[in-house]
Nanobody, 115 residues
Framework: QVQLVESGGGLVQPGGSLRLSCAAS????????MGWYRQPPGKQRELVATIDNNGFTNYAYSVKGRFTVSRDNAKNTVHLQMNSLRPEDTAVYYC?????????WGQGTQVTVSS
């Protein structure tokens, strides 16, 4: 089994920054893609950013230039640096990992952007 544990969420003012981290543990042998999704209040879960095992990144249009996803393969961790945060970034953020044909999710961490 695989476990993903997120940290770093919280309350921040518009224009502020937060850094999310996610650590994978358990039966890990060949991670493909790691990344982040989010679910705003009353909306469906959506992609934020992903990074594959070659370092190729993919971002949602709404976060390009503001968010940066990074990965430490030796530690099986993925991070999301979020700058210039906006109220519309408020959501529960979920860490995601794919390995072979399986997908794994963290429990989610709340990010609230409000003055």
């Amino acid at each position: 089994q695989v476990q993903l544990v997120e940290s770093g969420g919280g309350l921040v003012q518009p224009g502020g920054s937060l850094r999310l981290s996610c650590a994978a543990s358990g039966r890990i042998f060949a991670i493909n893609t790691m990344g982040w999704y989010r679910q705003p209040p009353g909306k469906q879960r959506e992609l934020v950013a992903t990074i594959d095992n070659n370092g190729f990144t993919n971002y949602a249009y709404s976060v390009k230039g503001r968010f940066t996803v990074s990965r430490d393969n030796a530690k099986n961790t993925v991070h999301l640096q979020m700058n210039s945060l906006r109220p519309e970034d408020t959501a529960v953020y979920y860490c995601h990992m794919s390995q072979e044909l399986s997908n794994y999710w963290g429990q989610g961490t709340q990010v609230t952007v409000s003055s």
